[in-house]
């Protein structure tokens, strides 16, 4: 395997990654509700393959208690902007 070149691994270290992570948020978020569930539905059949078992028992309950709060959370800012 050829040596990495430190001046290359510095400038790839400071590219301005918060910048980039903004750009693919915007065009994630642009993407039609059609293309988001395709792309979901490879990911997870990617992580079945990976994990076969997965999501087990215990990860989905830990998945239920998650919705459960955030549900819990919405509804007390439910009146946040209301007149």
């Known amino acids: 395997m050829p040596r990495l070149d430190p001046d290359d691994l510095r400038t790839f270290a400071r590219r301005p990654w918060a910048r980039l992570e903004r750009l693919q948020r915007a065009e994630r978020a642009a993407r039609a509700v059609a293309e988001k569930v395709r792309l979901a539905e490879v990911l997870f059949i990617a992580a079945r393959e990976l994990r076969p078992g997965w999501p087990d028992a215990a990860d989905r309950q830990r ?3 998650h919705h459960q709060h955030l549900c819990s959370l919405l509804r007390r ?7």
Not at 77 to 83: D, F, I, K, W
Request: cysteine-free; hydrophobic content about 50%; overall charge neutral.
């Open 63 to 65: 998945d239920l208690a």
């Open 77 to 83: 800012a439910s009146h946040v902007g209301a007149r």
